[in-house]
């Protein structure tokens, strides 16, 4: 579906009323309560009342591998006094760390003044036993007695065969469905991540009456409303409209692809600056997302202060995008695709790597390179020196050599766990190769 007759099906009002004192009624209700504070969306589901940005805690300050509590709680404190009421986290977020600081910096503040959002990260033993343990830690380690908002991590990968092995052979379906009923669950849903046949299994599930997805977490963003790959992943489009059309609320994941969209390439950097030169780049994707009435939350996971206040005032001043600002952001999404960036967001769930390979780290800085302009192409560009140089050195001091892209061996062990469904080793290999063609200047 295009994304100007998604607009127009979807209804001018909508988009209208998100302007407004008091929102949108249809999805998930705007409810904008003056200049200057948080723009917050109404749950038509329970009332719930929940700040359109929310806090991703997947990328808490860390100092030396160990998250820095600190950070975290000012972070924290920050965010809840600007009107931020939404914390998502994980077990298997910063190695099992994410939970924990999570749990000791919103302790200091009244129960009532947060949702939590966790989830059953079954991902390496999906044993009834490692699982409801791992239920019953999340608690703990959040300082709670209940979940807001409980997901079922990242299905889709595997389809329905990985599904029954991680929820419903272990019993595991049943065993959220009690803590439900008991209230230590208040919101069940799903985070996605797969091709449109599996996503369209879990709704056939929904449809049916076998499952009941109180909301659903997608990843969502300008570029990949209408461009992934079809394959692996789906165009944020169709996950929308079939979620909104069963009236499911959704929050966002990866609004900025892993921050791939607050650090664009700087030839649409500037057209964006032209049109808007108060505005941050980052500001772009996130009014993308939240122009949609159906979205509930946007999470965007913040790392220090920065971009935790750039972000306040993005939704403290918000602005949904205009039907012609749509198609403008669907061309610098066609232009974002003419780049060789890899489509890793840095979750780091294919960490640690048994050979030592800091995958996440090359990726990012072979990213960088090409966004900042900084990547040398053939050696008859301008400046080729300049630009080889600068890279090899860049990329020695963000990536230790004995962890860079070359020690590959192609295991495998990877594949499995990214969410993106990258094939891992085959960019590494691309990688490793543009290096050492830079180094013998053989680019073609």
């Not at 997608?218 to 692996?232: F, L, P, S």
């Not at 999404?333 to 967001?345: D, G, H, S, W």
Request: aromatic fraction near 10%; include cysteine; glycine fraction near 8%.
């Amino acid at each position: 579906m295009k994304r100007r007759d998604f607009i127009k099906i979807s209804g001018a009002a909508a988009l209208a009323a998100a302007c407004g004192p008091k929102g949108a009624q249809s999805g998930a209700g705007t409810v904008n309560e003056g200049p200057g504070e948080m723009l917050m969306r109404e749950n038509p589901r329970n009332g719930d009342r929940i700040s359109a940005l929310g806090f991703g805690c997947m990328r808490w300050p860390m100092v030396d591998g160990v998250i820095d509590q600190e950070a975290v709680n000012e972070m924290v404190d920050y965010a809840i006094e600007h009107g931020i009421n939404y914390f998502d986290t994980s077990p298997a977020y910063l190695r099992g760390q994410s939970e924990k600081a999570a749990g000791i910096a919103l302790s200091r503040h009244p129960r009532d003044k947060y949702f939590i959002a966790t989830k059953l990260s079954n991902f390496g033993d999906a044993s009834a036993e490692a699982s409801r343990k791992m239920f019953f830690d999340s608690l703990e380690q959040l300082h709670t007695d209940y979940f807001d908002y409980y997901l079922l991590h990242s299905i889709g990968r595997g389809g329905k065969d990985a599904f029954n092995k991680r929820y419903v052979d272990n019993g595991m379906i049943d065993f959220v469905l009690e803590q439900k009923a008991a209230g230590r669950i208040r919101n069940l849903g799903f985070s996605f991540h797969g091709a449109q046949h599996e996503f369209d299994y879990f709704m056939e599930l929904y449809d049916s009456g076998q499952m009941h997805w109180d909301f659903v977490q997608i990843e969502m963003n300008y570029v990949d409303w209408t461009h992934a790959d079809g394959v692996r992943n789906v165009n944020a489009d169709y996950l929308y409209a079939e979620l909104d059309k069963r009236e499911i609320p959704i929050v966002i994941m990866e609004p900025l692809l892993g921050g791939r969209l607050a650090n664009v390439p700087d030839g649409i950097a500037r057209q964006m600056k032209e049109r808007e030169p108060q505005m941050s780049v980052a500001s772009w994707a996130f009014r993308f997302c939240g122009t949609y009435p159906r979205v509930l939350c946007i999470l965007s996971g913040m790392s220090n202060m920065d971009p935790l206040k750039e972000n306040v005032q993005t939704f403290s001043h918000f602005r949904p995008l205009n039907e012609e600002e749509l198609e403008f952001l669907e061309q610098m999404a066609t232009q974002m695709m003419e780049y060789p960036l890899v489509n890793c967001t840095d979750c780091k769930y294919c960490m640690p790597c048994p050979w030592g390979i800091d995958i996440p780290g090359t990726f990012q800085h072979y990213n960088r390179a090409i966004t900042e302009g900084t990547y040398a192409q053939n050696t008859a560009q301008k400046n080729y020196a300049k630009l080889k140089k600068a890279y090899l050195v860049s990329y020695d001091r963000a990536v230790a050599s004995i962890r860079q892209a070359d020690h590959c061996i192609s295991c495998g062990e990877c594949l499995s766990h990214c969410p993106q469904s990258i094939p891992i080793p085959d960019q590494l290999r691309r990688i490793a190769q543009y290096v050492e063609n830079l180094r013998q200047d053989k680019l073609p």
